[in-house]
């Protein structure tokens, strides 16, 4: 290489990307440069477990990525139908959670958090018919049985839509900022032993109080419940519960078998890909994040499948997309957008695109220490082409 650093290449913006090359696959996989670190869990702050936006967030999984997600646990909720409140019909358990999310306007993955949180029905494999019967624990008041229970409660499908009901309504129209819960700090034996006001933060949190209002701990704390909702939760989800619901992972794998990384911003598509294709791809978590809500992100980022090599191709110029359209028809199918992006710089992160050499794939990253470390260790690999386009944060 030349006395020019690695951050002086990355600097040059190449106006002209060059259209996409066909080449022979690679024989060995090339060893996957260090992914930009992933989202990680804060200290928990009980007065703050889930914030408004979030909780209402409805439209951050379709039934399809439900689907998909269900069916990437080991939990018996992917194959399970259960009657809809309103007509008993027998409705798939994904289903059943979107409609209520829609309905009152919950986000389906707190009533997916809700269903691990209570019966750990994402992972059990052979649940009891009871654990099903009351699965998020609605209508379980601290002493009851499943015979002393009200049996409107009872049932799959009842205890969705229930919970969805509950969680809408719980202090709509009662809280105020400062308003306290009192909860039981020391819930093990009967009569409690302890209790303690509690003021949370927001409205969503005070709801999740009111569902959950106890701790299960042997110890006296003010986590209880919610600090199980709080943990799972950023298990299953890599944005956790603060997030803004605007801004959306974009999530990257690393293909073992030809050196390429395919890139999808796309719930179910991930989960599909974790599920069925262990082999082939190893997840590397979220690369990247686009704000949906950004003004700036107009323009479609379109995707092609390279049917010789298996891999990905991405590129926000319309005048790209028609050219290998036109003239790589044999080899590229075109996925079309996937999501959009930006094309001017005044705040977004610029993604910057390299060309593997030995096997026609393209990798894209918007970590400048991730692109300075490619261009400084895998020359021989990899060629710069610059700015491809921008991420409106």
């Not at 996409?20 to 703050?48: D, G, K, R």
């Not at 909860?183 to 034996?189: A, G």
């Amino acid at each position: 290489m030349s006395n020019q650093t690695s951050a002086d290449l990355r600097a040059r913006v190449i106006p002209r990307i060059r259209p996409a090359i066909v080449a022979v696959a690679l024989a060995c996989a090339l060893v996957a440069p260090s992914l930009a670190s992933a989202a990680t869990a804060p200290p928990f702050v009980a007065e703050l477990v889930i914030s408004d936006d979030v909780f209402r967030a409805s439209s951050s999984l379709s039934a399809a990525d439900i689907q998909a997600f269900l069916e990437k646990y080991p939990g018996v909720l992917d194959t399970t139908l259960a009657p809809r409140h309103a007509d008993g019909v027998m409705t798939p358990v994904s289903q059943l959670i979107w409609e209520v999310s829609q309905e009152f306007t919950v986000n389906p993955k707190v009533l997916l958090v809700m269903l691990q949180k209570e019966q750990g029905l994402l992972t059990k494999t052979a649940p009891s018919q009871t654990t099903l019967d009351w699965a998020l624990g609605f209508g379980c008041y601290d002493g009851s049985t499943p015979e002393t229970r009200d049996p409107a409660y009872a049932g799959l499908g009842n205890q969705i839509w229930y919970a969805a009901r509950a969680l809408d309504v719980y202090g709509q129209t009662t809280w105020t900022p400062g308003m306290k819960r009192t909860i039981c700090i020391n819930c093990v034996t009967t009569p409690y032993t302890a209790n303690t006001e509690f003021v949370p933060q927001n409205l969503a949190t005070y709801k999740l109080y009111v569902y959950t209002p106890h701790s299960h701990g042997p110890t006296p704390d003010i986590y209880g419940g919610n600090y199980l909702f709080w943990t799972v939760y950023w298990k299953y989800f890599d944005e956790g519960p603060l997030a803004n619901p605007a801004v959306r992972p974009v999530y990257r794998f690393y293909n073992k078998k030809n050196g390429s990384h395919f890139y999808t911003a796309a719930e179910a598509e991930r989960y599909t890909v974790i599920r069925l294709w262990p082999d082939t791809y190893t997840y590397e978590g979220p690369a990247y994040w686009v704000n949906t809500a950004n003004p700036s992100n107009v323009v479609p980022l379109h995707r092609f499948y390279n049917k010789k090599n298996g891999s990905h191709f991405y590129t926000a110029s319309e005048d790209e997309k028609n050219n290998v359209i036109a003239k790589f028809g044999a080899t590229y199918n075109y996925e079309g957008p996937v999501y959009n992006v930006s094309m001017t710089p005044e705040g977004g992160s610029p993604m910057y695109r390299f060309y593997n050499k030995k096997n026609g794939s393209h990798f894209y990253t918007t970590s400048a220490t991730e692109a300075d470390t490619v261009i400084a260790n895998y020359a021989a690999t990899y060629t710069y082409e610059g700015v491809a386009y921008y991420i409106g944060n």
